[in-house]
């Protein structure tokens, strides 16, 4: 069976590594740069290790003609939103129409780009008949599996995540469980939109939870509460969630629920409780650029930041929401510095214009906030607080990482 992945990103290429060691795999991406530094064996999103590349068979492309004479196409391209928050579902229709040309009789596309219920067979299905002259359902078939892996996380990997699978019909939904369970566990859905609703849900539960998790540590600051002792007290109950407060960036929580909310607003629900989670975690950088500068006596600092991406121990930069505490800091007219060894420096500076420094040559700030809990400040020493902090500095813990004994009794300790 010959496998097209059209996507090679976080998600696309760890699926294809997988099922190149089953079946004829072409992974076709078009960013020409992507092809190339894969074909070199090199994955800049840090997802799958050169060596593992090395020995894939996975025929890499670039150019449109290796989407021909495939029996399965699965699609992960982005499913970003506009400025408005709206879906942009501009990639997933231009995945499709290049697909059509090349969509042969009895060929199955499956997505794993997250979208809301209907954009598979409503949106997608009808621009691939478009594009093919082919009737959906009849001379070619869909498919939806939503993809669950978590960047960044090196124990629920491809293999060991149970995978929803939807076909468009009884005998499609075999022939993709065959296929994916060559991979990992399947839990077959009822309908492709029972699929994509359960996928965009997952996320939009997270982010309601944290929401609340952001809401009651603006309560609590007020009250002089500190949330991680709350939470420390509370999680004793045994059904008691175990959320924690912090920023929601990336391009899946933060970004999911609009997809949510969309559908809603297409069937006349007003989607309250969804938006309003976002709205609370999107307002939660400012919270904390605020709550920093007030905590310093509204005196103009030099500020340590420390993390850019939007999460621990990933490269990715986009619409991480440490910039919205570093923008929000230096509207106030602090000086900020930024250091973050995962990121990619010219990414840095193309998308923030940030320019990272090297944590070595720093010292002396005012002020040291821990933004992102990559692995190399994770193990901060009470003498890297010495060497980067003044005297009187003021150590921001956003994702409560340190052992507050760690900080020297000269400095001041401040978390959620
Ligand atoms: N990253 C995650 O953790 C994660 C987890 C679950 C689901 N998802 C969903 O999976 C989808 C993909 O996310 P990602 O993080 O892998 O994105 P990504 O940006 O890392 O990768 C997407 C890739 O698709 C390529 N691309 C764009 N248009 C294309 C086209 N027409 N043909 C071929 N390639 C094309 C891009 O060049 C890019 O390399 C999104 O819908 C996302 O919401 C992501």
């Not at 780009?113 to 954009?119: E, H, K, L, N």
């Not at 009884?170 to 492709?192: N, S």
Request: aromatic fraction near 8%; charge should be neutral; hydrophobic fraction near 40%.
């Amino acid at each position: 069976m010959n496998i097209c992945i059209l996507g090679l990103g976080y998600v696309g290429l760890p699926l294809a590594v997988s099922l190149s060691r089953h079946y004829n795999v072409t992974g076709f991406d078009v960013n020409a740069q992507r092809i190339k530094d894969l074909k070199n064996a090199n994955d800049l999103t840090k997802e799958v290790p050169s060596s593992v590349l090395v020995e894939s068979s996975i025929h890499y492309s670039d150019t449109q003609t290796s989407l021909e004479n495939q029996d399965v196409y699965i699609v992960t391209v982005p499913t970003p939103v506009d400025s408005q928050n709206k879906p942009d579902l501009s990639l997933l229709v231009n995945a499709c129409q290049m697909i059509g040309p090349f969509l042969k009789p009895g060929a199955i596309v499956v997505f794993e780009s997250t979208v809301y219920p209907g954009v598979t067979e409503d949106i997608c299905g009808k621009e691939l008949e478009k594009s093919s002259k082919l009737t959906s359902g009849v001379d070619f078939f869909l498919g939806y599996s939503p993809e669950r892996i978590n960047p960044g996380d090196k124990v629920h990997t491809v293999d060991k995540i149970t995978k929803v699978v939807a076909g468009q019909n009884p005998k499609v939904q075999e022939v993709l469980k065959t296929i994916y369970e060559k991979v990992t566990k399947v839990f077959l859905a009822k309908d492709i939109k029972t699929a994509e609703a359960a996928k965009v849900i997952e996320n939009a539960q997270r982010d309601i939870n944290i929401a609340f998790m952001n809401e009651i540590t603006m309560i609590f600051d007020r009250l002089g509460i500190s949330t991680y002792d709350v939470l420390e007290a509370a999680k004793t109950k045994w059904n008691f969630l175990p959320f924690t407060p912090g920023l929601v960036g990336g391009h899946c929580i933060g970004v999911d629920p609009f997809y949510l909310a969309e559908c809603a607003k297409l069937v006349g629900v007003n989607p309250e409780v969804i938006l309003a989670g976002r709205s609370v975690n999107d307002g939660m950088g400012p919270w904390i650029g605020e709550r920093i500068h007030k905590k310093l006596g509204h005196k103009l600092s030099n500020i340590l930041v420390l993390g850019l991406t939007f999460k621990e121990n990933v490269p990715d930069l986009r619409n991480t929401k440490v910039i919205d505490v570093i923008r929000t800091l230096e509207g106030f007219g602090h000086k900020i510095t930024v250091v973050d060894p995962i990121a990619d420096s010219n990414e840095a500076e193309k998308y923030y214009k940030i320019s990272l420094e090297a944590l070595e040559k720093l010292s002396g700030f005012d002020c040291i906030v821990g933004a992102v809990s990559h692995e190399a400040f994770y193990h901060f020493s009470s003498k890297d607080f010495e060497r980067l902090g003044k005297p009187g500095a003021l150590i921001v813990d956003v994702k409560k990482i340190w052992n507050k004994n760690l900080i020297p009794s000269h400095q001041n300790y401040l978390s959620l």
